[in-house]
């Protein structure tokens, strides 16, 4: 692996943890900055929860004004007062000199424990200098009975 890899590898998986950072933080202009304007961001539909598809910045920019309320407040929910996106394995694939592909696990733990695993499958795309999600698609792979997330809508 050349150093350029190397340093787009690092680049690459400093995105990935800005992105949870600014999610667990509710950050929504850090949150948004991780995208590429004409980003294609999207859940998998895993009931109970809904899927959804957003495309473009400002569709992304939309959603995450709607999730900035924290900690949850809803009475019919448990409250929750933090959040933690804990990413556990990462593999990063350079496709082209300003593309890649990436594979991660997470698991998230809130105030009941562990809440939530999920699975990034992601495309890249390096861009003024940074490299910014072209498109993230994410896969609830496990959701605690008891997890403090509602489903959202689409």
């Known amino acids: 692996m050349t150093l350029e890899e190397i340093g787009a590898h690092i680049a690459i998986r400093q995105t990935i943890h800005s992105y949870n950072i600014a999610g667990d933080s509710r950050n929504a202009e850090l949150f948004c900055t991780q995208f590429a304007d004409d980003a294609v961001f999207e859940f998998a539909d895993a009931p109970p929860l809904p899927g959804f598809h957003h495309v473009g910045i400002e569709a992304i920019r939309k959603m995450a004004a709607n999730w900035i309320q924290f900690p949850v407040t809803d009475p019919k929910l448990t409250p929750v007062s933090f959040i933690r996106h804990n ?22 733990v809130t105030d009941i424990g562990p809440d939530h695993a999920v699975n990034y499958t992601d495309d890249f795309v390096h861009r003024d200098g940074r490299w910014l999600f072209a498109h993230r698609r994410i896969v609830l792979d496990w959701r605690h009975p008891g997890s403090v997330f509602p489903p959202m809508p689409r």
């Open 87 to 108: 990413i556990t394995t990462c593999r990063v694939e350079l496709t082209g000199s300003d593309t890649a592909k990436a594979k991660t696990y997470a698991f998230v």
